[in-house]
């Protein structure tokens, strides 16, 4: 039971280039998150998916786009990278939007450098 | 203004002693208070959550929430330098859709 998987786990682009992040979770979780870390500025909300095809914006969603592939897979596309990407990014996934204060659980992160 | 206040630290403290973690808040709709660890270079993982005001212990670990001050703590007994990481404190209110804040994070080292 690997819980929440993200590849890559690092990765450095150049300004305008752009990447997937993939994100996977075994649990049968309806809903999942992916948020950005940054220094000084704790964990940031950028999409969620309360369910499978359902997507919404969180705190931060400019510059990024999400795709639900299925119920295991939620996807983070930065179309055309910039500087202030430079971020730690984490997904995470819960059993349902209504429990999330029961617990969400978190990848290992990607980190990711926009130079 | 960020809707929640935490002291980045870092806190370091002896072996043993009894750490005090804390958050404010600006959102009186926050009905789910949480406290979650993140070792270094890893995800966070939940540790408590507690529903409105009151204490709640598992352990070592105790959670307080006093809604009419804004204020959550979560108090770490006999602490051992296992609990070396970073502690997030998160909360939700019952309309935003499981959407959590976090607080920024207090990183806590304790020497043996």
């Known amino acids: 039971n690997a819980g929440v998987t993200q590849t890559p786990k690092f990765q450095v682009l150049k300004t305008g280039q752009s990447m997937t992040l993939q994100c996977a979770q075994d649990?049968?979780?309806?809903?999942m998150y992916w948020y950005r870390q940054d220094p000084g500025m704790g964990l940031r909300l950028i999409y969620y998916s309360a369910s499978e095809g359902t997507t919404d914006k969180g705190e931060v969603p400019n510059g990024y786009n999400v795709s639900r592939l299925n119920k295991r897979e939620f996807s983070l596309r930065l179309e055309s990278a910039a500087p202030s990407q430079t971020s730690v990014y984490f997904c995470?996934?819960?059993?349902?939007?209504?429990?999330?204060?029961?617990?969400?659980?978190f990848g290992p992160g990607t980190r990711l450098t926009v130079t | 203004q960020k809707e929640v206040e935490q002291d980045p630290g870092p806190l370091s403290v002896p072996e043993g002693a009894i750490v005090s973690l804390n958050c404010t808040y600006s959102?009186?709709?926050?009905?789910?208070f949480m406290w979650y660890r993140q070792y270094s270079r890893k995800g966070p993982e939940l540790l408590m959550y507690?529903?409105?005001?009151g204490n709640k212990e598992d352990g070592r670990f105790t959670a307080q929430v006093d809604k009419s001050s804004k204020y959550i703590s979560l108090f770490i007994r006999d602490s051992q330098p296992s609990d070396s990481a970073t502690y997030l404190c998160?909360?939700?209110?019952?309309?935003?859709?499981?959407?959590?804040?976090f607080g920024q994070g207090t990183e806590l080292s304790v020497k043996p």
């Open positions: 998160a909360m939700s209110a019952n309309n935003q859709g499981g959407k959590l804040i």
């Open positions: 649990m049968n979780h309806n809903s």
């Open positions: 959102n009186s709709a926050f009905q789910y």
């Open positions: 507690t529903y409105s005001s």
């Open positions: 995470a996934s819960s059993p349902k939007v209504s429990a999330a204060h029961l617990g969400q659980y």
